[in-house]
Nanobody, 118 residues
Framework: QVQLVESGGGLVQAGGSLRLSCAASGSGLVVRYMGWYRQALGKERELVAVVSYKGSTNYADSVKGRFTISGDIAKNTVYLQMNNLKPEDTAVYYC????????????WGQGTHVTVSS
């Protein structure tokens, strides 16, 4: 069983910054990708950023230049530094991890709220 624990959400004014953290745990985990998705009220869940075990990253166009994903996949941790936040960044942010344990897994955290006021 894979567990993801997120932290770091909150309320911030437009232009401010927040840092999200996520740690994956479970016996015998081999994580290949960790990333962040978000879901705003009434919208579909969307990719924000992802990092692979090789260090490659991918970002949504809407966050490029403002958000930075980092972490140590070997230690099953990932961070999302969010700068110059905008009201449209308001959403529930979910950590995601993909890899294998006894079999392939694709696991989600419980979500952390990010609210950006104008």
């Amino acid at each position: 069983q894979v567990q993801l624990v997120e932290s770091g959400g909150g309320l911030v004014q437009a232009g401010g910054s927040l840092r999200l953290s996520c740690a994956a745990s479970g016996s015998g985990l081999v994580v290949r990708y960790m990333g962040w998705y978000r879901q705003a009220l009434g919208k579909e869940r969307e990719l924000v950023a992802v990092v692979s075990y090789k260090g490659s990253t991918n970002y949504a166009d809407s966050v490029k230049g403002r958000f930075t994903i980092s972490g140590d996949i070997a230690k099953n941790t990932v961070y999302l530094q969010m700068n110059n936040l905008k009201p449209e960044d308001t959403a529930v942010y979910y950590c995601n991890a993909k890899g294998y344990q006894t079999w392939d897994f694709d696991s989600w955290g419980q979500g952390t709220h990010v609210t950006v006021s104008s």
